[in-house]
């Protein structure tokens, strides 16, 4: 006999709390400003690529539009996460800075106010946004135990890699042993990052085992008629029908 975990509503079963809540109106309003964004976008795009002198204010319009799908698609991606509250409260912080590089980018679209510490202010909030928002995807992996360090090993250096790049953003570290330090971090992270849907794979038939362990069965396969329970590997015998079998994951 063969049996599988799984999760279902039930009746009398609670209500979502309010980051469900949140994640599921988060995700039903992102996909209608994503595909709408996605319209505008084509239909300025067609209109630049028609008119013969669009001028700049479609450039705008078109940067605001781009923008737009950017950080909805971000934020969709971020949805899992906050509604798991995964790594919290990792996905707070990137719905929250994903907005406010939205925002800042607007100012620099339609504004003529520029400035170092302005320009380094937003490659900032882009930075902590990029991080915060890979951490988020890297949070959904279910690794088996053996595989967590990976996951811990890919985290610290996410951090890292963002805490580098905000330094050389302020600091323009000269010389060549910062760059190459970053260089190595960033390939060490590309590395963590690509391993992580593999391992994620690998770990699926582990952790359904793990989720299996005690879990009895205390019915017979053939004719429903109840026995002891019996967990897992363990063979048994119906006292009504007398046929054996054996309990597998």
Known sequence: MSSSAGLSALPGAPAPDHHTLLSRRLRRVGL??????????????????????????????????????????????????????????????????????FALFQVVIWSTFASDSWGNALGTVAVVAVASVLLCVLALARLAPRFRVVMLATTVLTLLAAAMVIVAIWVQPSGTPFGRLLGVVMVLLAAGVVSMPVLHRISAPELRQEALVGVDVGYCPFCGHGIEPLEVGAHGACPACHREFAVQA
């Open 32 to 101: 209608v400003v994503f595909f709408a964004s996605v319209a505008i976008n084509a239909l300025i795009g067609i209109a630049a690529l028609l008119v013969p002198h669009p001028g700049e204010h479609v450039g705008k319009v078109l940067g605001t539009s781009v923008t737009v799908t950017v950080a909805v698609l971000a934020i969709l991606v971020c949805a899992p996460a906050l509604e798991r509250r995964a790594m919290w409260p990792v996905p707070l912080v990137a719905v929250v800075s994903v907005l406010v590089t």
